[in-house]
Every structure is written in structure tokens, then in C-alpha cells.
């Protein structure tokens, strides 16, 4: 009844995708998890006239779709005769692309602090940074954590897109399995399901720190 | 000793506080009464350094608070201060929320702060709140955890700000008498509120701000008994 040509080895292989799938992703979102932190933080402080080039700069990569932007960014590592592996270029551009979208996370979770909250720990004694580093963060963080998971989903999903600069990540060998065995609907269902089996703990890391900062 | 000497503030176009002069000694319990925008608040954030003045000088203990090279995080280790809102950490239990500063700024141990924290704790009576969230407690219960918070830091003068003007009626008795309290142990304070029966029953004296101007100081019975000031004497036929 149900017959397929698929091997263990072409399973091999997209299992390989889905390595690089993560490993773009993580490497995405965690650079740009801090570069967002750092922006974040710079915007709060700096206020909206100060800020103006850095939230410029920012909207740009966030307006622009991503293909266009990892084209672009290619032809320019290019032009610039930089040397960078399709690898390193396509990280570049989406760590920069996952922090215009952190960026305005972290912003949205400092501001979420009562600034009398806040005038009341400096009252105590507290630096700046201490302010920020036992305050600040933590509140922020509670309030940042659901956009942030968000986030993380969807760039490890966007990060499919990196196929067009010749990387084998999980789309990419799902395309050439479909072309090769002609059994589209088999090996996209696969596909998804690992799409799935990834994103499923994400979400339910998530969930489970959500559930446990809930007490207060 | 607190030396306010000529303090001008404006916010803007409007001037807050018009030359204020006032010197509060050790051991003095000092309340500041007067409606709404007449300077109070102001006047005790500028004391801690959270606001910056705009003429005048604020010395405490013989440091100028505004003074350039003046170590603000480090004066306000002897300046406790307790405002109308709670403003506890929501993230940290009671017992946190108190040990934080000691252990952070001041550098005790963990060991050192608990033990201070729940002597604090104990002594404004939530001795048996310490490992609850400040959101299970009551307002009354945590305006006086906000104030057990700032005594751990075992400040030289604490500043008090309409302490209980966000709290329900019935609530307001049990923040009274922890201030009662502590006048009455010997703690220098003052204490910014709209509760003329509080004022008169612990004050030394008495000050009354009006439009930025202190219109008029002296002792409770002075002050409330035979009041000079013509915006005092209408302040106070519209609280009674």
C-alpha cells in the first residue's frame, strides 16, 4: 500500500539540513539577542531624538523583506571584498534582522517598569546598573519573554530563506529530495514535522518560565 | 543634620519651590503640610538627590547633595525614603525585597542581611510575611514593607512621602503607627502627609508649604492652635 523510495541516507540528509537550520537560527538569534539587549538599552536611554539614526537604521531591516536583504547583503560582502562564506553572510544579515525586531522587545519590556519602581531602588543606593541588573531585567524580561519566543520561531522559520545564497538547510534539502524522488507531499510532510519536533521545546520552554514567574 | 538653605526648583515655567530655608536636626521629627503643588514632594526628592535644584544648597551631615563629586548613591544610603506609591519589587519576596540593597550596595552577607531584614520586618509586624510576594498583601502591608526596606539600610533620616495617601481608609491606621513608632524610638524624620491628627500628635514641629513658600513653622500646638498664616488658617478650617 503505501510505498516510498525514500532511504535512510536521504533522511541522513535532511536531518543535515535541519542542522543547519538550527545552527543559522542560533546563531542568529542569540547575536542578535545581545545586539538587540545593547540597542534596546541605547534607545531607552538615549531618548527618541538622540536614538533617531539607530532607530533608522533599524526600521530599515525591519521594512525590508529579508530575501532582499540577504541578496543585497551578499552582493555587498562581495563588492567589499570581504571573503565571507555564504554561512557567515547569511548570519550577519539575520542577526541584524532578529535584532531590529529584539530591539524593540527590550524597549517595550524597560519601559513596561514603573519609573517609580525604579526611582525607588535608586533611592536605596543602587547604581544605574544595579537598577538595571536586579530590577530592570528581571520585570523586563517576564514582560519581554512571549514577544521574544515569538521571535525565535519565526526567524528559525525565515531562516529558510538562506537557501537562496546556496545553503543546504532544512527547505533547501527537502526541495532537492522532491526533485530528485518526486514525492512532494511525503517529504514536505517530513519536513514540517521537523520544522515541528524543533520549534515544539522552544515554545514550551516558554510556556513552563511563564508559568513559573506567574507566583508574583 | 539637613541644612536647606534658599532652595529654588522649577519644573518649566513653574517654580515649585520659591526659596525654602530649613534645618532639621538629629532626633527631630519634622512634618510638612499644605495642599496640592505647594512643594513638599519636591522639596524631599531634592533632599536625596532624585530631583536637582535649580538655586540654593542642600547639605546633609556637612555634604553638599547637589554639589558636583557629591556621591549620590552613597548619601542615599542615610536618606531612607518611602513614597506614596509602594513601589515594591514584584519579582522579589518580602524577605527579598528587604535584604536586596543591604546585600548589593552595602555588601553585607546574605546571612548579616537576613538577620537585619527580619528584625525590620518583624518590627513593622510581617514577621510572617517573609517568603510572600508583595502581590498578596494588602497596601497597608506593603507600604510598611517599603519602609522596613529603607530602615535596613539603617538610614540617619528617613523622608516620608504622603506615605498613606494611596492606601484605603481602613488601612491607614496600621502605616501611622509604624511612623508613630518610630518617632518614638528617636529617628530623625520627615514626614510629608495629609493627616493633621498625625501631624500634631508626633510632630516637633510643624511646617506649612503654600504655592512654593514655607508660609509658616512651629510647634504642633502653635501651628494648629493659633495659626498666623491668613492661607494656613483657610488650609486648615478645609481640613477640619
Redesign the interface.
Known amino acids: 500500500m503505501f510505498d516510498t523510495a525514500l532511504t535512510l541516507a536521504d533522511l541522513g540528509f535532511l536531518a543535515k539540513g535541519a542542522a543547519m537550520t538550527l545552527a543559522v537560527t542560533a546563531v542568529s538569534v542569540l547575536a542578535g539577542t545581545v545586539l538587540g539587549i545593547l540597542f534596546g538599552v541605547i534607545r531607552n536611554q538615549a531618548g527618541p531624538y538622540w536614538s533617531m539614526p539607530l532607530t533608522f537604521l533599524l526600521d530599515i531591516f525591519r521594512s525590508v523583506p529579508l530575501l532582499i536583504q540577504l541578496v543585497l547583503g551578499n552582493a555587498l560582502q562581495s563588492i567589499m571584498k570581504l571573503g565571507w562564506a555564504p554561512f557567515t553572510t547569511s548570519c550577519v544579515v539575520l542577526s541584524l534582522y532578529t535584532a531590529a525586531y529584539c530591539t524593540e522587545i527590550v524597549r517595550g519590556g524597560i519601559s513596561s517598569v ?1 519609573a ?2 525604579r ?9 544605574w546598573w ?1 537598577d538595571m541588573r ?2 530592570v531585567a ?2 523586563a524580561t ?1 514582560v519581554s519573554l512571549p514577544a521574544w519566543i515569538g521571535l525565535t520561531l519565526g526567524v528559525m522559520k525565515d531562516s529558510a530563506l538562506v537557501l537562496w545564497l546556496g545553503l543546504i538547510e532544512l527547505l533547501r534539502a527537502s526541495q532537492i529530495l522532491v526533485t530528485r524522488l518526486q514525492e512532494p507531499l511525503f517529504i514536505l510532510l517530513i519536513c514540517g514535522a521537523i520544522y515541528f519536533i524543533i520549534s515544539f521545546p522552544i515554545a514550551r520552554l516558554g510556556g513552563s518560565l511563564e508559568r513559573r ?1 506567574s ?2 | 543634620m539637613i541644612e536647606i538653605e534658599n532652595v529654588r526648583k522649577s519644573f518649566g515655567q513653574l517654580e515649585v519651590l520659591k526659596g525654602i530655608n530649613l534645618t532639621v536636626e538629629k532626633g527631630e521629627v519634622l512634618t510638612i503640610i499644605g495642599g496640592s503643588g505647594s512643594g513638599k514632594s519636591t522639596l524631599l526628592t531634592c533632599i ?1 538627590g ?1 530631583e536637582t535644584i535649580d538655586g540654593g544648597r542642600i547639605v546633609v551631615d556637612g555634604t553638599d547633595v547637589h554639589a558636583k563629586g557629591t556621591d549620590l ?2 548619601l ?2 542615610k ?3 518611602v ?1 506614596q ?1 509602594f ?1 515594591a ?5 518580602v524577605l527579598e525585597n528587604v535584604m ?2 543591604p546585600v ?3 555588601g553585607q552577607s546574605k546571612a548579616e542581611a537576613e538577620a537585619m531584614a527580619v528584625r525590620q520586618l518583624t518590627h513593622v509586624g510581617l514577621g510572617d510575611k517573609l517568603k510572600v ?3 498578596r498583601m494588602s497596601g497597608g502591608q506593603q507600604q510598611r514593607m ?1 519602609i522596613a ?2 530602615l535596613a ?1 539603617s538610614p540617619a533620616y528617613m523622608l516620608f512621602d504622603e506615605v498613606t495617601s494611596a492606601l484605603d481608609p481602613q488601612l491607614v491606621g496600621e502605616v501611622l503607627d509604624t511612623l508613630r513608632m518610630l518617632a518614638s524610638e528617636g529617628m530623625t524624620m520627615i514626614c510629608v502627609t495629609h493627616e493633621m491628627k498625625f501631624a500634631r500628635e508626633v510632630s516637633d514641629r510643624v511646617a506649612f508649604f503654600h504655592k512654593g513658600v514655607m508660609a509658616e513653622i512651629a510647634p504642633p500646638e502653635a501651628l494648629f492652635g493659633a495659626p498666623k498664616d491668613a492661607d494656613l488658617k483657610t488650609f486648615l478650617a478645609a481640613t477640619h
Do not use: C, E
Open positions: 514603573p517609580t519602581t526611582r525607588a531602588a535608586r533611592s536605596l543606593g543602587m547604581t544595579q536586579y530590577i528581571p520585570l517576564r514567574w507566583n508574583d | 536625596n532624585l548613591n552613597k542615599r544610603r536618606l531612607g525614603i513614597f506609591q513601589n519589587f514584584p519579582h522579589l519576596t536586596l540593597a548589593k550596595v552595602l510576594y508583595p502581590s517599603a526596606r529603607a539600610m
